[in-house]
């Protein structure tokens, strides 16, 4: 292969990006070099087991794919607000929502949504780590190792572009010979790995680790949804699995899978696509809800209403959402009898998310509402989610289908979905947590305009891409002739995503200032919250607790916070076990990506050999017989005296 086969050459964006990509490399090495930050980077951060760090880590690698993803919805954005454009051609607009679609879902709402669970569940269920702190390491960084291949698709060998959906025969070896689609199938199998890895962590943790007295009815409503999540990523991602694996060997060693000509059946990918592809939209968007519910909690000063009904609500929403995966291809060929049943399945989960946006509504009712960041979030998340609800109910309706699948209709809908159910619950989270992480409070102003620029461009993105849809403008469509009319209403859409951008920005400049100039001086409940993870000190310390609570209520917290009992004991003081930092998981991801690479360009001697690497980190870790380290009594005294003033 030529050198200009392997770099992408040609296009003047993508030459742009890659000059842009190594000043960026060549400045940030050059930079930690000169601030001598090597070491602290490599002993604090990336070898760290600390569920906290690990959590900021994702959340910081899940902003920085969100810049990359949004981008790309930009440039689409950019081509279709007026007819005819051709600032992008229909290959590269190809690209760019293959590479969006998978970016937003697997390596921006994944991330963002696991980062602050692994900040926050720990806390919440009174726990010094989650189950496996190594694992939890690893699993990031084999994420991250992931989503570094799957980024580097458009600069070398270039990118996937067959949907994030990837549907065959379009994306076998036939139709797509290059190596973009190589990259979507074993990219995404490297993350997935990680993925797996955490919902397993989650399961034990939750069923393991709760402080003492913490019965099932007593959790947080954000550790519910998270194991229930956690429950269906355990499920759902060994489909993922196989499908990508059967992808890989269509792909790479003429395996039959997928094509009818030698008797496979692209069917197949579509079933066991959608079979995790569905489950997946309910992962990303079942930890929101447990999120918002805990900020409506919070900013209303009440109780969540109906705490059971919400609980046996998302079990419900997990149970279904298996069930109704067909909804996806209701044209495919399906008999009546097939798409009547799925159509019924697919509306049914309309009634479980009912009771949750009552319980809601009923939570807020007569509450002393406070109008937080984080809290306008979630108010607005409840028109906007309930606005992507009610056109997914139109979509179930499988006669209806035929008429508006794959049109800007659908577009419209999973964005109203996504949108709120992710992107907004996320900002919530980080505005409520943020404090948890880094002791100081994001600033409330540049917040609100943070707020308001989001949501408004937001709808106006949107909603017009729901009467384009309406009107016939099918999904992909690079271009279109001015005499369809539509050029208003996408000029329209186009100028609201711009907006929106002014959010995100708007967002990044208050991370930035608050860094800066917010006050250290919040204390350890900045919030008047009701969960435990605001009974330690803000920013938690790396032993979470220094004596383990014990818990007697749902919202113990604010009991124990009423009573005044939440004093500490010198005499309950134990040293506290930790474990000890590894610099196996980074490595072992680090060779995973490598042969992931290799793989890409289906060099399978260097594969191999790189795949030595991983067993060689496998079996090295098995001999790593450190179990840890205890702090001592006195060091915790200490620490817990600089924010509690005296122990009792
Ligand atoms: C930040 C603002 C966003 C903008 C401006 C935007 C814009 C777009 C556009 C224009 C398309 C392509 C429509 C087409 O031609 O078919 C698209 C597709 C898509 N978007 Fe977004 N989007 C945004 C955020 C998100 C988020 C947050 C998610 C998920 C969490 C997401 C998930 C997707 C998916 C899955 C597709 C389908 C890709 C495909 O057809 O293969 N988007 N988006
Ligand atoms: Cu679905």
């Given at each position: 292969?030529?050198?200009?086969?392997?770099?992408?050459?040609?296009?003047?964006?993508?030459?742009?990006?890659?000059?842009?990509?190594?000043?960026?490399?060549?400045?940030?090495?050059?930079?930690?070099?000169?601030?001598?930050?090597?070491?602290?980077?490599?002993?604090?951060?990336?070898?760290?087991?600390?569920?906290k760090?690990?959590?900021?880590?994702?959340?910081?690698?899940?902003?920085l794919?969100?810049?990359?993803?949004?981008?790309?919805?930009?440039?689409?954005?950019?081509?279709?607000?007026?007819?005819?454009?051709?600032?992008?051609?229909?290959?590269h607009?190809?690209?760019?929502?293959?590479?969006?679609?998978?970016?937003?879902?697997?390596?921006?709402a994944?991330?963002?949504?696991?980062?602050?669970?692994?900040?926050?569940?720990?806390?919440?269920?009174?726990?010094?780590?989650?189950?496996?702190?190594?694992?939890?390491a690893?699993?990031?960084?084999?994420?991250?190792?992931?989503?570094?291949?799957?980024?580097?698709?458009?600069?070398?060998?270039?990118?996937?572009?067959a949907?994030?959906?990837?549907?065959?025969?379009?994306?076998?070896?036939?139709?797509?010979?290059?190596?973009?689609?190589?990259?979507?199938?074993?990219?995404?199998?490297?993350?997935?790995?990680?993925?797996?890895?955490?919902?397993?962590?989650?399961?034990?943790?939750?069923?393991?680790m709760?402080?003492?007295?913490?019965?099932?009815?007593?959790?947080?409503?954000?550790?519910?949804?998270?194991?229930?999540?956690?429950?269906?990523?355990?499920?759902?991602?060994?489909?993922?699995?196989?499908?990508?694996?059967?992808?890989?060997?269509?792909?790479?060693f003429?395996?039959?899978?997928?094509?009818?000509?030698?008797?496979?059946?692209?069917?197949?990918w579509?079933?066991?696509?959608?079979?995790?592809?569905?489950?997946?939209?309910?992962?990303?968007?079942?930890?929101?809800?447990?999120?918002?519910?805990?900020?409506?909690?919070?900013?209303?000063?009440?109780?969540?209403?109906?705490?059971?009904?919400?609980?046996?609500?998302?079990?419900?929403?997990?149970?279904?959402?298996?069930?109704?995966?067909?909804?996806?291809?209701?044209?495919?060929?399906?008999s009546?009898?097939?798409?009547?049943?799925?159509?019924?399945t697919?509306?049914?989960?309309?009634?479980?998310?009912?009771v949750?946006?009552?319980?809601?509504?009923?939570?807020?009712?007569?509450?002393?509402?406070?109008f937080?960041?984080?809290?306008?979030?979630?108010?607005?998340?409840?028109?906007?989610?309930?606005?992507?609800?009610?056109?997914?109910?139109?979509?179930?309706?499988?006669?209806?289908?035929?008429?508006?699948?794959?049109?800007?209709?659908?577009?419209?809908?999973?964005?109203?979905?996504?949108?709120?159910?992710?992107?907004?619950?996320?900002f919530?989270?980080?505005y409520?947590?943020?404090?948890?992480?880094?002791?100081?409070?994001?600033?409330?102003?540049?917040?609100?305009?943070?707020?308001?620029?989001?949501?408004?461009?937001?709808?106006?993105?949107?909603?017009?891409?729901?009467?384009?849809?309406?009107?016939?403008?099918?999904?992909?469509?690079?271009?279109y002739?001015?005499?369809?009319?539509?050029?208003?209403w996408?000029?329209?859409?186009?100028?609201?995503s711009?907006?929106?951008?002014?959010?995100?920005?708007?967002?990044?400049?208050?991370?930035?200032?608050?860094?800066?100039?917010?006050?250290?001086?919040?204390?350890?409940?900045?919030?008047?919250?009701?969960?435990?993870?605001?009974?330690?000190?803000?920013?938690?310390?790396?032993?979470?607790?220094?004596?383990?609570?014990e818990?007697?209520?749902?919202?113990?917290?604010?009991?124990?916070k009423?009573?005044?009992?939440?004093?500490?004991?010198?005499?309950?003081?134990?040293?506290v076990?930790?474990?000890?930092?590894?610099?196996?998981?980074?490595?072992?991801?680090?060779?995973?990506?490598l042969?992931?690479f290799?793989l890409?360009?289906?060099?399978?001697?260097?594969?191999?050999?790189?795949?030595?690497?991983?067993?060689?980190?496998?079996?090295?870790?098995?001999?790593?017989?450190?179990?840890?380290?205890h702090?001592?009594?006195?060091?915790?005294?200490?620490?817990?005296?600089?924010?509690?003033?005296?122990?009792q």
């Open positions: 292969m030529s050198l200009d086969e392997f770099f992408v050459t040609g296009d003047p964006l993508i030459l742009a990006s890659q000059i842009a990509i190594g000043l960026t490399m060549v400045g940030l090495i050059a930079l930690i070099t000169y601030l001598k930050r090597w070491k602290w980077l490599w002993n604090e951060w990336f070898t760290t087991v600390d569920h760090k690990i959590g900021i880590m994702y959340i910081l690698a899940g902003v794919m969100f810049f990359r993803g949004g981008v790309d919805g930009l440039l689409m954005k950019a081509q279709t607000s007026r007819p005819g454009l051709d600032l992008l051609d229909a290959q607009y190809d690209e760019i929502f293959t590479t969006h679609g998978v970016i937003m879902i697997l390596f921006m994944m991330p963002l949504l696991i980062g602050i669970m692994n900040v926050v569940i720990p806390l919440q269920i009174g726990a010094r780590d989650v189950a496996f702190p190594k694992l939890n690893f699993s990031f960084w084999i994420f991250f190792a992931g989503a570094m291949l799957f980024n580097l698709s458009f600069v070398i060998g270039g990118s996937p572009d949907g994030w959906t990837s549907y065959f025969p379009l994306a076998g070896k036939e139709f797509t010979p290059g190596v973009g689609n190589n990259y979507y199938a074993i990219s995404l199998q490297i993350a997935g790995i990680g993925t797996l890895a955490t919902g397993i962590n989650f399961v034990v943790t939750i069923i393991k709760r402080a003492p007295g913490m019965s099932w009815m007593k959790l947080p409503i954000f550790v519910w949804t998270t194991f229930i999540t956690s429950i269906i990523i355990v499920a759902a991602f060994p489909i993922l699995t196989i499908a990508l694996l059967y992808m890989t060997l269509d792909r790479l003429g395996t039959h899978f997928f094509t009818v000509a030698a008797g496979g059946d692209p069917m197949l579509l079933n066991l696509f959608w079979l995790w592809g569905h489950p997946e939209v309910y992962i990303v968007v079942l930890p929101a809800f447990g999120m918002f519910s805990e900020v409506i909690a919070t900013f209303a000063r009440k109780n969540l209403y109906g705490y059971k009904s919400m609980v046996y609500a998302v079990a419900g929403i997990a149970f279904l959402s298996m069930l109704v995966w067909v909804h996806h291809f209701y044209t495919m060929g399906n009546a009898a097939v798409n009547s049943i799925f159509s019924l697919t509306m049914m989960i309309a009634i479980p998310t009912g949750k946006i009552f319980n809601w509504l009923f939570t807020l009712r007569k509450g002393r509402i406070e937080s960041t984080s809290m306008l979030w979630a108010l607005a998340f409840i028109p906007c989610f309930t606005i992507g609800g009610v056109t997914g109910v139109m979509l179930a309706m499988a006669a209806a289908d035929y008429q508006y699948h794959n049109t800007m209709f659908l577009v419209a809908h999973f964005h109203y979905v996504l949108i709120p159910g992710v992107v907004f619950a996320v919530a989270g980080l409520y947590w943020w404090p948890k992480m880094f002791g100081f409070k994001l600033n409330e102003k540049i917040g609100k305009w943070h707020f308001w620029l989001f949501v408004i461009g937001f709808n106006m993105t949107f909603m017009p891409m729901f009467f384009v849809g309406l009107d016939g403008m099918s999904r992909r469509m690079y271009t002739a001015e005499s369809t009319g539509w050029g208003a996408l000029g329209f859409s186009a100028v609201g711009l907006v929106m951008a002014a959010g995100f920005a708007a967002l990044c400049y208050n991370i930035y200032w608050s860094f800066r100039y917010a006050s250290r001086n919040v204390g350890n409940d900045p919030w008047n919250a009701r969960s435990l993870e605001w009974a330690t000190a803000s920013p938690a310390p790396h032993y979470n607790f220094a004596v383990v609570p818990v007697e209520n749902l919202d113990d917290f604010w009991y124990k009423k009573k005044g009992t939440l004093g500490l004991k010198k005499s309950d003081l134990k040293p076990h930790m474990p000890s930092n590894s610099w196996t998981p980074i490595v072992l991801a680090g060779a995973f990506g042969v992931g290799f890409v360009f289906e060099w399978i001697p260097l594969a191999i050999i790189a795949a030595v690497g991983i067993v060689v980190g496998l079996v090295a870790n098995t001999f790593d017989y450190d179990d840890g380290y702090i001592p009594v006195d060091e915790l005294e200490e620490e817990e005296r600089e924010w509690r003033g005296d122990l």
